[in-house]
């Protein structure tokens, strides 16, 4: 598994290892028959030097210094060229430097294609520069305008081998492409060359981001992005991609390279986790409105919607002990509509569920935020009403009844009637002995002739 790994763990990270990516570097078959080839002696100042250079190497690639800094590799350089080693060999040397920086990385989980872009851009770029630095030790006389395109060629060789390499003209045809390049795009070289790169260019890629990477290559500077492509077939292919601007001695820019990664199957899987995700958010939310539905229903009426029973004792609990705790008056009412068993034996039962539904929707219209609405049983309510003295509470019900009274039901052609009881909360009072004296108030109100509103007294 690929880590994440920040710059200052990155730097400890190749001092730690120093010794054994030299060690790798030196110990490359191509490293060792160009020492051979050449006859380069491994003798100790020799062998200082090259380590030198490794040591400037690493500080480029962990971001601690650039290029030009690179002090050393002026005397690195000249030792090459005392034995008569080409710019071929030179690249094969960095590029070699570069695999077994790669590979001690590799070893330890750390390699991410964004770090092997970054690695391989930085290489490029030193590459170039010790090119340039090693043909004026060779000779004062060079034409560095054609060389620069040939530098460019030498090190390619160095790197077609693992990576998907491009060239273009300042107008973005294509001058060169590798043997990936075919590979993964399914163009023959002959179909490549002389076209525009947008021959691979996929429909779902947006124009922004071409735009972006032109401002940026024609302002002289190395973009990097992940690109998605179309094969020939019309399938698609994506690559991170990093695009550099060659230029010649005058500045100018002769043309540019892209190194890209194929990375289509990595960028397959991170959508695969992105719709897993995504589906395993939309189980998480019908879940979460299952148990939201679960937890209504645990606590508001089946046929009505306002509280039950249980819930309405909590909060009648609650409510009594904030009242008593802040010395606040609290009513209760109990209402029942009149008759209605008649109503159910007469027009059925469905038709009495249809007037009880009607009958709450009135009242829970008709009363205050604060107040507490709740189905006590069959054609009982009841409805507490906090920071409300008596004769609150009195004209409250008297406005319900009144209400009621003059509504036009469904299936009933005759008036419905509520009787009413109502007590308000003494200091001795608790819920159970509350409730009772409200519940008398109502016996009386029907014991009284039913459709009125009776009080308490003591």
């Not at 570069?98 to 990385?105: D, L, S």
């Not at 897993?276 to 089946?302: C, F, R």
Request: net charge negative; proline share 2%.
């Amino acid at each position: 598994m690929i880590k994440i790994i920040n710059s200052e763990e990155f730097s400890y990270f190749l001092r730690v290892n120093r010794n054994k990516i030299i060690t790798i570097w030196m110990n490359k078959n191509e490293v060792q028959n160009i020492l051979h080839r050449h006859s380069l002696p491994v003798i100790e100042k020799n062998t200082h030097l090259f380590y030198q250079f490794c040591d400037c190497f690493i500080s480029v690639i962990e971001w601690r210094a650039t290029v030009s800094e690179c002090q050393v590799k002026i005397d690195f350089l000249q030792l090459l060229n005392n034995y008569n080693v080409t710019i071929a060999d030179l690249f094969t040397l960095i590029t070699k430097l570069k695999n077994a920086i790669e590979e001690v990385i590799f070893e330890n989980g750390n390699l991410s294609y964004a770090l092997q872009s970054e690695i391989d851009s930085l290489t490029l770029q030193m590459a170039n520069d010790l090119a340039s630095n090693f043909e004026n030790i060779i000779s004062s006389n060079i034409n560095y305008k054609s060389e620069n395109s040939n530098l460019l060629t030498e090190y390619k060789k160095a790197v077609d081998l693992s990576n998907i390499v491009s060239k273009t003209n300042p107008k973005g045809v294509i001058t060169y492409v590798n043997d990936k390049f075919c590979e993964i795009s399914g163009y023959t070289r002959d179909e490549l060359i002389g076209k525009p790169h947008n021959i691979i260019r996929h429909p779902d890629m947006p124009r922004e981001a071409f735009k972006d990477l032109w401002d940026t290559i024609k302002a002289k500077k190395s973009w990097n992005g992940v690109v998605t492509n179309m094969k020939k077939d019309g399938s698609q292919y994506i690559v991170d991609t990093t695009v550099i601007p060659i230029l010649d001695v005058d500045g100018d820019v002769v043309e540019y390279i892209a190194i890209r990664h194929d990375i289509t199957e990595l960028e397959e899987t991170k959508q695969q986790l992105r719709n897993i995700n995504k589906a395993m958010k939309h189980k998480v939310d019908e879940l979460y409105s299952m148990t939201n539905t679960l937890e209504q229903k645990a606590y508001k009426d089946n046929l009505t919607g306002i509280n039950n029973r249980e819930n309405f004792e909590d909060i009648f609990s609650i409510e009594i002990a904030n009242a008593k705790q802040n010395h606040l008056p609290l009513t209760l009412i109990i209402f029942d509509v009149d008759h209605f068993k008649l109503v159910n034996d007469t027009y059925g039962h469905q038709a009495g569920d249809i007037i009880l539904i009607d009958l709450v929707k009135l009242i829970a219209d008709n009363i205050k935020n604060g107040d507490v609405f709740a189905r006590w049983g069959g054609e009982e309510f009841v409805i507490l009403t906090p920071s409300t003295e008596i004769s609150g509470a009195c004209n409250l019900a008297e406005n319900l009844r009144k209400l009621v009274q003059s509504h036009s039901f469904s299936y009933v052609e005759s008036e419905m009637t509520l009787s009413f009881g109502i007590a308000q909360l003494s200091a001795e009072d608790t819920k159970k002995t509350l409730f009772e004296k409200a519940d008398g108030a109502l016996y009386e109100a029907k014991k009284n002739g039913r459709n009125r509103v009776e009080v308490y007294t003591s």
